[in-house]
């Protein structure tokens, strides 16, 4: 049998990275220290807004010509219907508020009407009592004036 492994590409691949890795790194390292890296640094990055802009632009116009919205019309869009749920939430608050209101009302209204019946009915019931009060007052004055009257006339007619 052979004991020779068969050809591994990947072990090849890690065994070079290892060797050049720290190589590459003091290269590069070196190399982003210096001052020219920082102005070619501060040149791409003002180039890439610039290209950034333009593309943002071109994409704005070209929204804007097929007549579809751009983010920030939907970014507005989307505010105004943050602002308009929160009116709503208030309106529907208010709502709430004065259907309690009503109701409340309704029902004092309501129990102000019993109050007002009930005392109509007790005031009717008084109006008794007085009318039944003078009558009895009225026939126990009477009884006894009857009362001495048939006396008197008891004896006025013994008398006669």
Known sequence: MNNKMPFDPF??????YDKTESHWSKAVDESMRKEDFSEWMGQFLSMYLQYQNMIKQSTENYLEQANMPSRAD??????????????VDDLEEMIEE???????????TREVNRLKTDVK???????????????????EVISPVVAEAAVTKEVAQEEK
Do not use: F, G, P
Request: cysteine-free; proline content about 0%; charged content about 25%.
């Open 121 to 139: 009915n007790l005031d009717k019931k008084l109006d008794e009592v007085i009318i039944l009060l003078k009558e009895s007052t009225t026939r």
């Open 11 to 16: 072990a090849m691949w890690k065994d070079m």
């Open 98 to 108: 004065d259907l309690a209101h009503q109701i409340n009302n309704l029902n004092v």
């Open 74 to 87: 939907i970014s507005n869009l989307a505010s105004l219907i943050v602002n308009l749920e929160a009116k």
